[in-house]
């Protein structure tokens, strides 16, 4: 009798113990471990995702600079001290401290927020319509209310004068919600609430303005306007928060749109508008 291979007596059925014949070209079938090592990795992967992108997100340098330290306990305080039916008083006057803007409860005296940008300096501030308006040594105006920074603004060549001024006179508040810039070159006016620039008022050629000679007057500014060949009366410009005093103007509103962005309907000329030199 012939002597058979091994492979042919004991795995040539499909019994107990053996392995059924596959068709060729068929894979064997993985097993349960070898698909679990493989979507481990992608478990992990998905798991990990959403804490590491916060860690990106936080990461990232803030826009223009600013660090604004808000201190929620000193809130807290002024909060329990002040009756429900009151207002809550205004923050006192901003204190520059080194190249920090800082906020102070007038009552209490507890710090209520901090404010830098990284490599800056501020030059002046004014507290006006709950927002601390500043500006900074680059030409950076911004303005918060405590708990963020609203809006930033760069006045145009300020490398030219500002190094020199240092500021003073620069930020003037013109009531109604308005802020003028006075810079040499020209006055430019913007809505503290969202920082739209509202108009711009040009100095008279040859001429400049000068920002610490300002005078306020009742609702208007005053403006010191320096020429060398000019009479006394071309010398002062009078503005409001709608713009250069004349007769006969038609000035453009200052107030937000209703809803849908429409300009309110009583406002003849609600297009910005750029005043012409005089």
Same mark, same amino acid.
């Given at each position: 009798?012939?002597?058979?291979?091994?492979?042919?007596?004991?795995?040539?059925?499909?019994?107990?113990?053996?392995?059924?014949?596959?068709?060729?070209?068929?894979?064997?079938?993985?097993?349960?471990?070898?698909?679990?090592?493989?979507?481990?990795?992608?478990?992990?992967?998905?798991?990990?995702?959403?804490?590491?992108?916060?860690?990106?997100?936080?990461?990232?340098?803030?826009?223009?600079?600013?660090?604004?330290?808000?201190?929620?306990?000193?809130?807290?305080?002024?909060?329990?001290?002040?009756?429900?039916?009151?207002?809550?008083?205004?923050?006192?006057?901003?204190?520059?401290?080194?190249?920090?803007?800082?906020?102070?409860?007038?009552?209490?005296?507890?710090?209520?927020?901090?404010?830098?940008?990284?490599?800056?300096?501020?030059?002046?501030?004014?507290?006006?319509?709950?927002?601390?308006?500043?500006?900074?040594?680059?030409?950076?105006?911004?303005?918060?209310?405590?708990?963020?920074?609203?809006?930033?603004?760069t006045l145009p060549a300020a490398g030219e004068w500002l190094p020199a001024h240092g500021g003073t006179?620069?930020?003037?508040?013109?009531?109604?919600?308005?802020?003028?810039?006075? +810079?040499?070159?020209?006055?430019? &006016?913007?809505? @503290? *609430?969202?920082? #739209? /620039?509202?108009?711009?008022? !040009?100095? =008279?050629?040859?001429?400049?303005?000068?920002?610490?000679?300002?005078?306020?007057?009742?609702?208007?500014?005053?403006?010191?306007?320096?020429? +060398?060949?000019?009479?006394?009366? &071309?010398?002062? @410009? *009078?503005?409001? #928060? /709608?713009?250069?005093?004349? !007769?006969? =103007?038609?000035?453009?509103?200052?107030?937000?749109?209703?809803?849908?962005?429409?300009?309110?309907?009583?406002?003849?000329?609600?297009?910005?508008?750029?005043?012409?030199?005089?």
């Open positions: 009798m012939a002597a058979q291979p091994v492979g042919a007596t004991e795995g040539g059925d499909s019994g107990e113990g053996g392995e059924a014949p596959r068709a060729p070209g068929v894979a064997a079938p993985k097993s349960a471990a070898a698909t679990r090592s493989r979507l481990l990795p992608t478990l992990l992967a998905l798991l990990l995702a959403p804490p590491l992108l916060a860690i990106a997100h936080h990461a990232r340098p803030a826009p223009y600079g600013d660090h604004l330290t808000v201190h929620p306990a000193a809130h807290a305080r002024v909060g329990h001290a002040t009756a429900p039916e009151q207002p809550q008083p205004p923050p006192t006057p901003l204190r520059r401290r080194g190249a920090a803007i800082e906020a102070h409860h007038p009552v209490t005296g507890a710090p209520l927020w901090r404010y830098t940008r990284e490599g800056r300096r501020p030059l002046t501030s004014l507290h006006a319509r709950g927002e601390a308006i500043t500006l900074w040594d680059d030409g950076m105006v911004t303005a918060t209310d405590g708990r963020s920074v609203r809006w930033h603004r006179g620069v930020l003037r508040y013109l009531g109604r919600g308005m802020l003028a810039v006075v +810079t040499p070159h020209r006055v430019a &006016a913007y809505r @503290i *609430a969202d920082g #739209d /620039l509202r108009w711009v008022l !040009p100095a =008279r050629e040859g001429c400049a303005f000068e920002p610490a000679r300002a005078v306020r007057h009742g609702k208007s500014l005053l403006l010191a306007q320096p020429c +060398t060949h000019a009479a006394w009366t &071309a010398q002062v @410009i *009078a503005v409001d #928060d /709608l713009g250069r005093i004349t !007769p006969h =103007r038609r000035p453009l509103g200052n107030e937000v749109g209703e809803e849908g962005g429409e300009p309110r309907p009583e406002h003849v000329n609600p297009e910005k508008v750029v005043a012409r030199p005089r």
